[in-house]
């Protein structure tokens, strides 16, 4: 397994490491080990799967409150997706700052998040499925979010001829009046 910086400190992207011959691969998606050894979390009791039927869709950002802040480990199983994740740790340097990065079912790449981020996706392609694993389970009472177009965020979303966007992720508010 590969473990690379983003520009913002602490999400990681994850690539694998194939041991490849005349079958196909084999690679080592997660190991406790070489996360611990990063200090990374290890313990995920909930695992979730976004299906996206629509290019186009955009799904966050999200995040939950203290004390239920989560940490994820996503991947996109089948097709691909533009992921977003934005610093929101008080004090950080770089809060406010975002980094995306495609993940995809080709590049079989995951994408680190630690807690203190929001986070959020837009399918690149027509039945997205992404797989995430979350060291906390949801608690609607702690579940917020940012909105995705908030102006001073600026993310810069892939264009999309149509966007399929939640009513509660439209009415999400923006990260000044949050």
């Known amino acids: ?3 690379s910086p983003l520009t913002i400190r602490g999400p990681l992207v994850i690539e ?3 041991l490849e011959d005349d079958r196909g691969f084999f690679a080592r998606s997660f190991c406790s080990d070489l996360f611990m050894e990063r200090g990374l979390c290890t313990h995920y009791p ?5 299906f996206n039927h629509h290019r186009g869709t955009l799904r966050g950002l999200h995040f939950q409150a203290a004390p239920y802040e989560e940490i994820k480990l996503v991947r996109c199983t089948r097709g691909a997706i533009f992921d977003v994740v934005v610093d929101l740790r008080p004090g950080s340097p770089t809060r406010a700052k975002w980094v995306g990065i ?3 079912a080709d590049n079989r790449a995951s994408l680190y998040i630690p807690a203190g981020f929001a986070h959020g996706f837009q399918t690149l392609t027509n039945d997205a499925e992404v797989v995430y694993h979350i ?3 949801y608690r609607q009472e702690a ?3 940012v909105r995705w177009n ?3 965020l600026a993310i810069v979303w892939p264009n999309a001829t149509q966007r399929v966007i939640s009513e509660r992720d439209r009415a999400l508010p923006t990260l000044h009046d949050l």
């Open 1 to 3: 397994m590969l473990f």
């Open 16 to 18: 694998l490491e194939k």
């Open 46 to 50: 909930q695992w979730s799967i976004s």
């Open 102 to 104: 495609e993940l995809t």
């Open 135 to 137: 060291s906390e389970p």
């Open 143 to 145: 579940a917020r979010g």
């Open 150 to 152: 908030d102006p001073d």
